[in-house]
């Protein structure tokens, strides 16, 4: 008051002071009042802080469950770690536990620190990560990540990244600067309360005056309880933690259902996105060279014909040759030695496996080598319409098989771009690849709209282009080449199983690689607007619509006049309401 800028508070004070005060005079200087108003509030001034205190209680147990979120995630960090020191195994607190150390794990324990596996073999569950049930196989080179579960294997494993530098300890803190974040809809509250404020105390003034001159006798008590429950109806308490709440609980649930929003405001900017592009590669596909199609010709054997394939295969560094020789060791063969290899850059290689002379290459190559590739001309002519160039072998002089292989489209992102079509979004794939590999992965998706060999800059470029109309848009990636798009879009949504630059560069990070999280992340933005809109209307027009009750407006017509005390409660359950509303976003469900 002292500095001309009264906030809420001010009118709880105001009106219970006034109600203590009066009736400090009316029981010590009755002789100032007349006698119609000696009538004294001391349980009115009472019962209204109570009540207050009541509703600020319950606010604090409600808003201690929006933290639930961030309380299971520091809940997954184990307490002490099994260390090897000097020969020793050790059970060490986890703050004693330094980068080199070799960590030993346990059946069924938790992962202590984010390192790589040095000896063992285990399955661990990383759900808290990726949102998916399936255990993740662990051998020695691969990462582990502390908080993850280990399965029934034992593992050994060296500690990479410790403290506040491990993946959990990151999320939480993305969690927490999420959840204390400031929208720009609360920039809007703020301005409505400054006004809102100094135009309940010249109302309760003016009722006041109202009473003291056209009221009935008592006049100065009917104008005293008129304005002080003028006072604590428009306590505007509701309408200060509108916002917050349902930020703190939405993105409560955002992060278990794996969707991490980096920066605050994407939670408000990504509910009105009109369009979403995508990356192609690690976005849309898995990223990486598959073995999709094994086609052999008659009169040979496949798994006999797939093991000599990989075998040389084995010898090349090409992510083509990788593919296959991975599809042959998935399938559990075994890799015959291979000798006299020789590539032939830009058609082909060829090597000694088994007595046989195996060559691999393309069409060209076979003729140049006096190979027919004709028995498997319509099966290569399908794979190539498909944007998979086929890739033929043949075995002593006779073709023997034709693959496909591709980088395949990823688990999950038919069902969402089906749903994100179905939300009335517009979207687009940005990729840099060739236009007709771009087409044929498009046209699978039913994405209608594709913008093909772009460099890094160049995608940038044609997010411009895109929001030329004013349209507002989202850009999904996971490299570092998507990093510049990923900071250009009106929101950057990384996919986090990419690289860490795509991460640092975005405004929300999908924890796992599924992009029904991107429909999960839409889904929790609306909803958690949606709520904020619903607990601003609640609390702004709940308080504006019983000042004329508090001021005495029902008394002409009923001579009925609304108790400071009926008043103060009703201003709690305006509170209890707008957290419970906020409470419903913990079960907004996620992709599906």
Same mark, same amino acid.
């Given at each position: 008051?002292?500095?001309?800028?009264?906030?809420?508070?001010?009118?709880?004070?105001?009106?219970?002071?006034?109600?203590?005060?009066?009736?400090?005079?009316?029981?010590?200087?009755?002789?100032?009042?007349?006698?119609?108003?000696?009538?004294?509030?001391?349980?009115?001034?009472?019962?209204?802080?109570?009540?207050?205190?009541?509703?600020?209680?319950?606010?604090?147990?409600?808003?201690?469950?929006?933290?639930?979120?961030?309380?299971?995630?520091?809940?997954?960090?184990?307490?002490?770690?099994?260390?090897?020191?000097?020969?020793?195994?050790?059970?060490?607190?986890?703050?004693?536990?330094?980068?080199?150390?070799?960590?030993?794990?346990?059946?069924?324990?938790?992962?202590?620190?984010?390192?790589?596996?040095?000896?063992?073999?285990?399955?661990?569950?990383?759900?808290?990560?990726?949102?998916?049930?399936?255990?993740?196989?662990?051998?020695?080179?691969?990462?582990?990540?502390?908080?993850?579960?280990?399965?029934?294997?034992?593992?050994?494993?060296?500690?990479?990244?410790?403290?506040?530098?491990?993946?959990?300890?990151?999320?939480?803190?993305?969690?927490?600067?999420?959840?204390?974040?400031?929208?720009?809809?609360?920039?809007?509250?703020?301005?409505?309360?400054?006004?809102?404020?100094?135009?309940?105390?010249?109302?309760?003034?003016?009722?006041?005056?109202?009473?003291?001159?056209?009221?009935?006798?008592?006049?100065?008590?009917?104008?005293?309880?008129?304005?002080?429950?003028?006072?604590?109806?428009?306590?505007?308490?509701?309408?200060?933690?509108?916002?917050?709440?349902?930020?703190?609980?939405?993105?409560?649930?955002?992060?278990?259902?794996?969707?991490?929003?980096?920066?605050?405001?994407?939670?408000?900017?990504?509910?009105?996105?009109?369009?979403?592009?995508?990356?192609?590669?690690?976005?849309?596909?898995?990223?990486?060279?598959?073995?999709?199609?094994?086609?052999?010709?008659?009169?040979?054997?496949?798994?006999?014909?797939?093991?000599?394939?990989?075998?040389?295969?084995?010898?090349?560094?090409?992510?083509?040759?990788?593919?296959?020789?991975?599809?042959?060791?998935?399938?559990?063969?075994?890799?015959?030695?291979?000798?006299?290899?020789?590539?032939?850059?830009?058609?082909?290689?060829?090597?000694?496996?088994?007595?046989?002379?195996?060559?691999?290459?393309?069409?060209?190559?076979?003729?140049?080598? =006096?190979?027919?590739? *004709? %028995?498997?001309?319509? +099966? $290569?002519?399908?794979?190539?319409?498909? /944007?998979?160039?086929?890739?033929? @072998?043949?075995?002593?002089?006779?073709?023997?098989?034709?693959?496909?292989?591709?980088?395949?489209?990823?688990?999950?992102?038919?069902?969402?771009?089906?749903?994100?079509?179905?939300?009335?979004?517009?979207?687009?794939?940005?990729?840099?690849?060739?236009?007709?590999?771009?087409?044929?992965?498009?046209?699978?998706?039913?994405?209608?709209?594709?913008?093909?060999?772009?460099?890094?800059?160049?995608?940038?470029?044609?997010?411009?282009?895109?929001?030329?109309?004013?349209?507002?848009?989202?850009?999904?990636?996971? =490299?570092?080449?998507? *990093? %510049?798009?990923?900071? +250009? $879009?009106?929101?950057?949504?990384?996919? /986090?199983?990419?690289?860490?630059? @795509?991460?640092?560069?975005?405004?929300?990070?999908?924890?796992?690689?599924?992009?029904?999280?991107?429909?999960?992340?839409?889904?929790?933005?609306?909803?958690?607007?949606?709520?904020?809109?619903?607990?601003?209307?609640?609390?702004?027009?709940?308080?504006?619509?019983?000042?004329?009750?508090?001021?005495?407006?029902?008394?002409?017509?009923?001579?009925?006049?609304?108790?400071?005390?009926?008043?103060?409660?009703?201003?709690?359950?305006?509170?209890?309401?707008?957290?419970?509303?906020?409470?419903?976003?913990?079960?907004?469900?996620?992709?599906?």
């Amino acid at each position: 008051m002292r500095h001309k800028a009264p906030d809420m508070n001010a009118l709880v004070m105001i009106g219970t002071a006034a109600a203590y005060s009066f009736s400090l005079i009316a029981t010590f200087l009755p002789h100032l009042l007349p006698a119609p108003a000696h009538a004294v509030y001391f349980e009115a001034a009472a019962v209204i802080v109570t009540l207050i205190l009541m509703g600020r209680w319950m606010e604090a147990r409600a808003k201690g469950r929006t933290w639930a979120a961030i309380a299971r995630l520091i809940g997954l960090s184990p307490k002490t770690a099994r260390v090897e020191r000097d020969g020793e195994i050790l059970d060490l607190p986890l703050a004693e536990v330094v980068v080199g150390d070799i960590l030993h794990l346990r059946p069924g324990e938790k992962i202590a620190v984010d390192g790589t596996v040095t000896d063992g073999q285990s399955y661990v569950d990383e759900s808290m990560l990726t949102v998916e049930a399936a255990a993740i196989a662990k051998n020695t080179g691969d990462t582990t990540t502390g908080g993850t579960v280990n399965g029934t294997g034992a593992l050994t494993y060296r500690a990479m990244r410790v403290g506040g530098d491990m993946m959990l300890a990151q999320i939480i803190r993305m969690v927490e600067q999420a959840q204390g974040a400031r929208l720009p809809v609360q920039d809007l509250v703020n301005r409505i309360t400054g006004w809102f404020i100094p135009a309940v105390l010249a109302a309760a003034a003016l009722t006041v005056a109202v009473w003291v001159i056209f009221g009935p006798a008592p006049a100065l008590t009917h104008a005293l309880v008129a304005g002080v429950a003028v006072l604590i109806i428009a306590y505007p308490r509701a309408m200060g933690f509108a916002v917050p709440v349902s930020i703190m609980v939405g993105t409560g649930r955002a992060a278990d259902l794996g969707v991490l929003f980096r920066r605050g405001d994407a939670l408000q900017s990504l509910q009105s996105v009109d369009i979403i592009a995508f990356d192609k590669t690690g976005t849309l596909t898995v990223g990486r060279p598959e073995m999709t199609d094994f086609i052999l010709a008659q009169g040979f054997d496949g798994n006999t014909v797939l093991a000599r394939i990989a075998a040389v295969e084995a010898k090349s560094e090409h992510p083509i040759a990788t593919a296959i020789t991975r599809a042959a060791t998935d399938r559990g063969l075994d890799l015959p030695p291979a000798f006299d290899f020789t590539s032939h850059t830009g058609l082909g290689i060829a090597a000694q496996v088994a007595g046989q002379r195996i060559l691999i290459g393309s069409a060209r190559f076979m003729t140049s080598e =006096g190979v027919d590739p *004709a %028995p498997l001309g319509k +099966a $290569a002519e399908t794979l190539a319409n498909d /944007g998979k160039p086929p890739i033929f @072998a043949a075995l002593n002089g006779q073709i023997a098989a034709v693959i496909g292989v591709a980088d395949p489209i990823k688990p999950g992102t038919v069902e969402a771009i089906a749903q994100l079509r179905a939300m009335g979004l517009r979207l687009v794939m940005i990729s840099g690849d060739n236009k007709a590999t771009a087409h044929i992965i498009a046209a699978t998706l039913s994405i209608t709209e594709v913008v093909a060999e772009v460099l890094p800059a160049g995608k940038v470029a044609a997010l411009d282009a895109l929001r030329a109309t004013g349209e507002s848009l989202a850009f999904v990636g996971d =490299g570092i080449n998507d *990093a %510049p798009a990923l900071a +250009a $879009a009106d929101v950057g949504v990384a996919i /986090g199983t990419g690289t860490d630059v @795509a991460i640092e560069a975005a405004d929300v990070v999908l924890m796992s690689g599924d992009l029904r999280g991107v429909v999960g992340a839409l889904a929790i933005s609306r909803a958690t607007m949606r709520n904020i809109k619903q607990n601003l209307f609640w609390a702004f027009g709940y308080n504006a619509a019983l000042i004329p009750v508090a001021a005495g407006a029902l008394y002409p017509i009923w001579g009925l006049q609304l108790s400071p005390m009926l008043a103060a409660g009703a201003m709690a359950l305006s509170s209890v309401f707008v957290l419970t509303n906020a409470l419903r976003l913990r079960w907004v469900g996620g992709p599906t």
